[in-house]
T-cell receptor, first 117, second 112 residues
Framework: EAGVAQSPRYKIIEKRQSVAFWCNPI?????LYWYQQILGQGPKLLIQ????????DSQLPKDRFSAERLKGVDSTLKIQPAKLEDSAVYLC???????????????FGPGTRLTVL | ELKVEQNPLFLSMQEGKNYTIYCNYS?????LYWYRQDPGKSLESLFV?????AVKQEGRLMASLDTKARLSTLHITAAVHDLSATYFC????????????FGAGTILRVKS
């Protein structure tokens, strides 16, 4: 079974530039997450989708970050304009939804390492 | 506030020794995960603990959960170099839309 795919794996940009990350979840996983992992910290949830609807975006800096999940499958996360403090690894994860409505184990992709200069 | 605290944050061990990593969380939860992350790699799920008193073991790692104390432990038995990695605990908060909140991680280095 293929895992969660992400691209690119690495990106270096200058501050105030824009950048986009792509994620393809495990087939059949209705729930998709984007996390930000700053060096030395645990992942922090930015946004959660169920199918193509947003479930939680409370920690997404909406003045510069945006995300979409078209057709309930692939997703893109965009930063515009980037700041120095956005340097981090951006992880995408996906999970099944149980019949009870709760979500199952999250499976993570390899991440995109973003460096903002 | 949803908090997950791990300690220690860094652990250097000799091969063959035993040690325990602790994970405390701030409010009621019905699920707790332990993940492993190797340098430059993504997170791999090790264990999911679903109920008070749950214990799971895989090789040299054993995880347990005490929901009354809001505490989980990851015990390492007779450490080997291959266990060197960062270990995260993560707690699911059902009352907050099944949000998964991670601890800061424990960097484990096993020296031969």
């Amino acid at each position: 079974e293929a895992g969660v795919a992400q691209s690119p794996r690495y990106k270096i940009i200058e501050k105030r530039q824009s950048v986009a990350f792509w994620c393809n979840p495990i087939s059949g996983h209705a729930t998709l997450y984007w996390y930000q992992q700053i060096l030395g910290q645990g992942p922090k949830l930015l946004i959660q989708f169920q199918n193509n609807g947003v479930v939680d975006d409370s920690q997404l800096p909406k003045d510069r970050f945006s995300a979409e999940r078209l057709k309930g499958v692939d997703s893109t996360l965009k930063i515009q304009p980037a700041k120095l403090e956005d340097s981090a690894v951006y992880l995408c994860a996906s999970s099944l939804v149980r019949s009870s409505g709760s979500t199952d184990t999250q499976y993570f992709g390899p991440g995109t390492r973003l460096t903002v200069l | 506030e949803l908090k997950v605290e791990q300690n220690p944050l860094f652990l250097s061990m000799q091969e063959g020794k035993n040690y325990t990593i602790y994970c405390n969380y701030s409010t009621t939860s019905d699920r707790l995960y332990w993940y492993r992350q190797d340098p430059g790699k993504s997170l791999e799920s090790l264990f999911v603990l679903l109920s008070n008193g749950a214990v799971k073991q895989e090789g040299r790692l054993m995880a347990s959960l005490d929901t009354k104390a809001r505490l989980s432990t990851l015990h390492i038995t007779a450490a080997v170099h291959d266990l060197s990695a960062t270990y995260f605990c993560a707690v699911v908060y059902m009352e907050y839309g099944n949000k998964l909140v991670f601890g800061a991680g424990t960097i484990l280095r096993v020296k031969s």
